[in-house]
């Protein structure tokens, strides 16, 4: 690729977005890296260093995209392209040592903690679960209990749904003393908020098929690291285990990332907007955003990240229905289907707004309210989000 290390460290994140992983400025070379349709590769003698030999090994076209994730993130190495996030989370979790300790949030994605608890289960690991935004509750969780310390800390900051932020610096200092690796989640927040290495993280995991991507259109998932030995393994693990990313869905994800400072910038001014008006709104029992000088969480996120995200959730109040009253959750079904611009569907990070009452999925915890609504806000007109969700909101009045 053309850009150097030396010229990538001085740039911002938002000319990263657009400059990385493009290719060499010589004559009648592409402006955009080109998409490789092979399975195999041409070759006479051993393989060795640099040969790409097989397609479950390499593709061209995902150089590209890890190259550019591995610098916005401000990583010493490429990062590497899987076919989901869950196989960027199974891959991370090779990790754990034989029966080692593992140490996650209660609150994260529902997929990871559902892999961690099945893992656990057949004996492969232990599992300690935690309140992430609890520090004490965290370091305690970190300790030997048993005779065994933790051997992985898992991290979202912020988690999914709830919110929760951790002192990310003071835990993955925890974590390093106890011989734990940190792996941290990005997905929520992308390079352009927070960048976990700078924070103390050892491994950086994105759903790319989330903000990254942007557009909806492709899942992927990718892991990031500084550390040599940690890539190594991570590469052998994706390869021996064949979760490789399609190289149309790796080049689709890099065209999407061209644009990520545009849309992180205008969904995250909308969100700010879109709390502040919730949390004032009498159908509304409860806001969760870190942008909220009310959240619990934002004094932590302001010192770590650089904007407060784009998601933000609310518990709906009880309402009233045709000839009775509406629970919180029904309360909150009936607001969703009453919206016409927002979307309700599961994931984020899109283009478009999209919103759910989380409980709906069976793998969410019961400690999740079931009234609670997540939203993810797009980069549509603010006003025009704002006044679908007021009419919504406008029909649990009767």
């Known amino acids: 690729m053309s850009l150097s290390e030396e010229l990538a460290a001085t740039l911002s994140p938002e000319s990263l977005v657009v400059a990385a992983g493009r290719p060499p400025r010589t004559r009648d070379e592409p402006v955009n890296p080109p998409l490789v349709l092979s399975s195999t590769y041409f070759g006479t003698g051993p393989l060795g260093d640099g040969d790409r030999g097989y397609g479950r090994y390499s593709n061209p076209t995902w150089d590209p995209f890890e190259e550019a994730l591995g610098q916005l993130e401000g990583a010493d190495l490429p990062g590497l392209l899987y076919a989901s996030g869950l196989a960027a989370v199974s891959s991370a979790l090779s990790l754990v040592p034989a029966q080692g300790v593992l140490v996650m949030p209660s609150h994260s994605y529902a997929g990871s903690v559902t892999m961690a608890t099945e893992l656990a289960a057949k004996g492969f690991l232990e599992l300690r679960t935690v309140d992430i935004a609890d520090t004490d ?27 929760g932020i951790a002192d990310m610096r003071a835990l993955t200092a925890a974590a390093h003393e106890a011989g734990a690796i940190v792996v941290t989640d990005n997905t929520f927040s992308t390079p352009l908020v927070q960048q976990p290495l700078s924070l103390g993280s050892d491994v950086v995991l994105h759903s ?12 992927l998932g990718a892991l990031v690291t500084s550390d040599a030995g940690l890539r190594a393994a991570l590469l052998h693990h994706r390869t021996i285990h064949g979760g490789i990313a399609g190289p149309f869905e790796a080049w689709l994800a890099l065209r999407g990332l061209r644009t990520l400072a545009l849309r ?4 995250q001014a909308s969100a700010q907007i879109l709390a502040e008006r919730l949390a004032g709104h009498p159908r509304v029992a409860a806001i969760r955003f870190p942008g909220l000088s009310s959240d619990p969480g934002h004094e932590r996120a302001k010192a770590q990240m650089k904007g407060f995200g784009s998601i933000l959730c609310i518990e709906v109040a009880p309402g009233r229905g045709h000839g009775g009253s509406l629970s919180g959750a029904a309360a909150a079904d009936r607001m969703i289907r009453a919206l016409h611009l927002w979307l309700p569907a599961t994931s984020l990070g899109g283009v478009e707004s999209l919103i759910e009452r989380r409980r709906r999925h069976t793998a969410e915890p019961e400690s999740v309210p079931d009234n609670l609504v997540r939203m993810s806000v797009g980069i549509e007109n603010v006003e025009d989000l704002w006044a679908d969700l007021e009419q919504a909101l406008g029909t649990l009045d009767g």
């Open 208 to 219: 790319v098929t989330k903000y990254l991507s942007g557009h909806s259109d492709v899942v």
């Open 264 to 267: 992180i910038e205008r969904s």
């Open 137 to 163: 509750a965290v370091l305690a969780a970190l300790a030997p209990a048993g005779g065994r310390a933790a051997s992985m800390l898992w991290l979202e900051s912020p988690t999914n749904p709830m919110l």
